[in-house]
T-cell receptor, first 114, second 111 residues
Framework: ETGVTQSPTHLIKTRGQQVTLRCSSQ?????VSWYQQALGQGPQFIFQ???????GRGNFPPRFSGLQFPNYSSELNVNALELDDSALYLC?????????????FGPGTRLTVL | GQSLEQPSEVTAVEGAIVQINCTYQ??????LSWYQQHDGGAPTFLSY????GLEETGRFSSFLSRSDSYGYLLLQELQMKDSASYFC????????????FGRGTSLIVHP
């Protein structure tokens, strides 16, 4: 059984650029959630995908968008990057929308916006 | 909306017992989860409470009181490796899944 993987591990971009982050869910999991974690803070929920449909969205602007593929892997796209977008981006996979409260997190992508 | 309060830092010695509290305000409560995160690592799921009472998993236990909008994580027989940040998270009731995490409690275990 493979765990949650994310790519890339680190990324440096400049303001105004666009970025795509990728996540492969744990084997058998049909739900992927994305979080932004600033230094010293808790993860902030961006959105969740369940069976390729968005199943909930946090308080993030539309320039944060996502996608889930038939194999349940997922992408997070951020357009028009801002300095405040610098953070650790985590994806987490779970079964059936995370009804049990249990999610399995990937190691994250550290994004730096200059 | 939802909000959670937990202490920013707790210190304890090896072998001791420590309790990390979490109070929450939410428009519709579904369940309370706890996660552990070591520096530079990913959050790891510890426990989940949807009903009142105590859930025990080895050295870790989690408690929930829905009437008091309060829960806690209890760590027994503390070990140095337990030094980490601990987050409580609530999920609101309803069709959409919108979890909210607290700001985290940094646990420092001294020898």
């Amino acid at each position: 059984e493979t765990g949650v993987t994310q790519s890339p591990t680190h990324l440096i971009k400049t303001r105004g650029q666009q970025v795509t982050l990728r996540c492969s869910s744990q084997s058998g999991h049909n739900t992927v959630s994305w979080y932004q974690q600033a230094l010293g803070q808790g993860p902030q929920f961006i959105f969740q995908y369940y069976r390729e449909e968005e199943n909930g969205r946090g308080n993030f602007p539309p320039r944060f968008s996502g996608l889930q593929f038939p194999n349940y892997s997922s992408e997070l796209n951020v357009n028009a990057l801002e300095l405040d977008d610098s953070a650790l981006y985590l994806c987490a996979s779970s079964l059936s929308g995370g009804a049990s409260g249990e999610q399995f997190f990937g190691p994250g992508t550290r994004l730096t916006v200059l | 909306g939802q909000s959670l309060e937990q202490p920013s830092e707790v210190t304890a010695v090896e072998g001791a017992i420590v309790q990390i509290n979490c109070t929450y305000q939410t428009s519709g409560f579904y369940g309370l989860s706890w996660y552990q995160q070591h520096d530079g690592g990913a959050p790891t799921f510890l426990s989940y409470n949807a009903l009142d009472g105590l859930e025990e998993t080895g050295r870790f236990s989690s408690f929930l009181s829905r009437s008091d909008s309060y829960g806690y994580l209890l760590l027994q027989e503390l070990q140095m490796k337990d030094s980490a940040s601990y987050f409580c998270a609530v999920r609101e009731q309803g069709g959409s899944y919108i979890p909210t995490f607290g700001r985290g409690t940094s646990l420092i275990v001294h020898p």
